[in-house]
């Protein structure tokens, strides 16, 4: 299977033509997307091609610089297949233009600068980079893992922030270990004992914040796809699983 064909989720045209064609604030929003989706992914993408880290982090700012400059994807044909297998390739291309360059520009030097530490923090990635395990990975299978992480995170994240505004962070912090690892019925026993309820009551509160946690993460998918269609979405749950296997 070529590389480009599976490396990056699906992501919407529609957010392509704002980015190219759409006025500022339109093409500055779906940066935003592309860049709380894709940062973590490129990054790893250059670390497997041999840049060190801070030239890594060099390339993905210079990238995304290059779109918000309107200078990337001035021409992309809809009928060449997806936009991942579209991002995929252009940053390919774009990491040899930078390899070829001698005096390639520094960080920041003279461009306009995307504030990436909004959606990436460099070293928690270079961190994830270096997770034992992940040396000899290929980029496929290192990206997937990426991305389904980030994903993941991020939903993890609103669904914190949902149960913060309810006034409910002592139930989220109680449920959060049971939420992400399976639990036995006995340790569901204890937590209950602890809190003063029963196991039933507290597998239904459970029941609810999985659930709640799955529309996060549907939310997350179809902010990234740009669409509101249900079987895009369920696609890409699919593909989300898949990174796990």
């Known amino acids: 299977m070529e590389p480009s064909a599976s490396l990056f989720p699906s992501t919407q045209w529609s957010l392509l033509h704002r980015l190219c064609k759409g006025s500022e604030e339109e093409a500055r929003a779906a ?9 973590q992914p490129l990054y790893c993408v250059a670390r497997q091609k041999a840049f ?22 001035t021409q992309a044909d809809e009928s060449t297949g997806k936009l991942r297998g579209l991002l995929l390739c252009a940053f390919n291309n774009y990491c040899g233009q930078q390899r070829q360059r001698a005096n390639r520009q520094k960080r920041g030097g003279g461009a306009e ?8 923090d ?11 395990g992940t040396a000899g990975l290929s980029v496929e299978t290192l990206y997937n893992r990426q991305w389904a992480g980030a994903v993941l995170e991020h939903s993890l994240e609103a669904l914190r922030n949902d149960y913060a505004e309810r006034g ?3 139930r989220y912090d109680l449920l959060v270990g049971p939420l992400l690892q399976e639990h036995d019925d006995a340790s569901l026993v204890q937590i209950a004992a602890r809190t003063g309820t029963t196991a039933g009551a507290l ?15 549907e939310q997350e ?3 990234t ?13 699919v593909e989300l699983f898949k990174a796990f296997t």
Not at 225 to 234: A, C, K, V
Request: aromatic letters at 10%; one cysteine or more.
């Open 113 to 120: 600068h995307i504030p990436v530490a909004e959606f990436m």
């Open 122 to 132: 460099a070293d928690a990635a270079e961190q994830l980079y270096l997770t034992p």
């Open 52 to 73: 060190g880290q801070h030239d890594a982090q060099d390339l993905v700012q210079g990238f995304f610089e290059c779109m918000l400059r309107r200078e990337t994807f």
């Open 221 to 223: 998918l179809a902010a």
């Open 203 to 217: 597998r239904l509160t459970l029941h609810r914040m999985r659930r709640h946690y799955r529309d996060k993460i």
């Open 31 to 39: 940066l935003n997307v592309l860049c709380r989706a894709y940062w």
């Open 225 to 237: 796809l740009d669409t509101d269609d249900p079987r895009l979405i369920r696609e890409e749950m």
């Open 168 to 170: 409910w962070l002592d």
